[in-house]
């Protein structure tokens, strides 16, 4: 469960990651020349962008180009009558789509989606090529290349042909392989949501115009033949140039999601030698998905290393995420270890937990007692409470009932035992052996926490009848939050005696 609400919460940051127009209708710009003759024509153009009626939409900004061509909002109506065409998707529309960037790479080359524009129609040469346009294939092929090369090697002009349509727009693709998350297992989901969030923007020191059209002519590679396209993302992980680190972080999103003989030498090779520490970071977070020995081996190494706490965080993560005997047991001798950075240490513990395996829980449970950190052992109570099962309940609350132990301690693992499920019995039970009133005052803070009627029956008879005052206090104050209506009567027989 608790990966799925990590998923969750990677997917929640990437929706809220901002969008380039190509990805969100929404961000078209609202009208700004009240003054102007097209103004008319480009609010409803817009409301119907917006609205999703492409056709409309398309329509409309094809009349501003047309009948107002110096208008303030011609060169911006080229790009959005292409991305509504290219919303339609058809063969025709995709390649009318490139006549009509081709009239603003022409007659607008200061309109502001200049930049969106490269990328959009990379994109749609892609689409085209995978369906068998020639043309589109070799303007791909070209790209591609170009993007590989490094400095001084420019984008091949896009080869655009015309069609017999009137207006023409693109189809949009998304600015990365498309990656389904539904289906997938957790960790899956997790990584590919992580890597998506994180990764594949390039990092916030990366101005996006320059690499965005190259990216997209690589994404288009792969799209039209991802066997070819190989070669070339090895090409462009090599670079070395200045600048180039920006386009091997969003290339090495694209050869994780490859399944090759040479995937995972390509991440291999990144994680140990590449220079700039995000790509190093994102291939050692990709790593997570390719479970062989050689990888494994690797993200023992990084993970023992003296590197950055970042590198080592993504190599703990991606060992938590491998299914494997060994994988597990590199996690547990972290875990344990000598001079284990707390952070680290508290990450691993973390990891083990999330496992549900029961030498992992196991393993957790004997090294609680050589802990010294308290933060520490609190993490192992979290841990230990994700792998429900009256073995670890019993053990939660063994630690509660310790006096040895610290009070604080103590009331932590009292309440990962209410929140793993232990039975209202075992709490009544600890309540009534007990002498220590802050432990008793626990007590009852978990009954109130739990859904059993039970619960409610433990709390009216301590509110009723226990000796200390403050005791019966707290029972009263959790149960006038209650809903249950017994616990509405016992309020009432108070008040009223």
């Not at 200049?114 to 990328?119: C, I, Q």
Request: hydrophobic share 40%; glycine share 6%; aromatic share 6%.
């Amino acid at each position: 469960m608790t990966r799925l609400i990590i998923a969750a919460a990677l997917l929640g940051a990437l929706a809220t990651t901002p969008q380039s127009p190509m990805q969100s209708a929404d961000t078209v710009r609202a009208a700004w020349a009240p003054g102007d003759p097209a103004d008319s024509l480009y609010r409803p153009a817009r409301e119907a962008l917006n609205k999703g009626d492409y056709k409309k939409a398309a329509q409309l900004f094809h009349q501003i180009r047309t009948q107002y061509p110096k208008s303030a909002y011609a060169g911006d109506a080229c790009y959005w009558e292409a991305f509504a065409l290219y919303r339609t998707g058809g063969m025709t529309d995709l390649r009318s789509a490139r006549s009509v960037l081709e009239v603003q790479q022409a007659k607008y080359a200061t309109a502001a989606t200049r930049g969106d524009a490269e990328s959009l129609l990379a994109r749609i040469q892609g689409e085209l090529a995978r369906r068998g346009d020639a043309r589109a294939a070799e303007s791909v092929s070209a790209n591609a290349t170009a993007a590989a090369a490094g400095p001084g090697v420019a984008v091949a002009p896009v080869a655009m042909g015309r069609s017999a349509n009137s207006y023409g727009g693109p189809a949009p693709v998304p600015a990365m392989p498309t990656v389904p998350l539904t289906g997938m297992t957790a960790p899956r989901a997790v990584a590919v949501a992580g890597g998506v969030a994180r990764g594949v923007g390039g990092g916030s020191d990366c101005p996006d115009e320059d690499d965005d059209a190259r990216v997209a002519a690589l994404n288009a590679m792969i799209s039209m033949d991802a066997e070819r396209a190989q070669p070339v993302l090895e090409k462009v992980m090599a670079r070395r140039d200045p600048g180039s680190s920006c386009l091997r972080r969003k290339a090495i999103f694209l050869i994780s999601q490859q399944r090759t003989a040479r995937t995972e030498d390509i991440l291999l090779t990144a994680a140990r030698t590449d220079p700039d520490p995000e790509v190093k970071e994102q291939a050692v977070f990709w790593l997570s998905q390719v479970e062989s020995p050689k990888a494994l081996a690797a993200l023992d190494s990084i993970l023992r290393s003296d590197g950055s706490p970042e590198l080592r965080e993504k190599a703990l993560f991606a060992l938590s995420q491998q299914d494997n005997p060994q994988a597990r047991k590199s996690l547990r001798e972290f875990a344990g270890g000598n001079n284990v950075p707390p952070k680290l240490q508290e990450q691993a513990i973390f990891w083990l937990g999330q496992s549900q395996n029961d030498d992992d829980v196991a393993f957790l449970k004997g090294l609680y007692p050589k802990l010294t950190d308290r933060e520490l052992k609190e993490k192992v109570f979290f841990a230990v409470s994700q792998s429900h099962g009256a073995d670890n309940q019993r053990w939660l609350l063994g630690v509660a009932a310790d006096n040895k132990e610290d009070i604080e301690l103590r009331k932590n693992a009292l309440f990962w035992a209410g929140q793993s499920g232990v039975s209202v019995t075992e709490l009544a039970g600890l309540y009534d052996k007990s002498d220590d009133p802050q432990m008793k005052e626990q007590v009852i803070f978990v009954l109130s926490q739990s859904r059993e009627s039970a619960a409610v029956d433990k709390m009216i008879q301590i509110a009723k009848s226990d000796k200390d005052r403050e005791l019966r206090k707290r029972a009263i104050f959790w149960l006038s939050q209650s809903q249950d209506p017994r616990a509405a009567k016992v309020m009432e027989d108070i008040l009223t005696q």
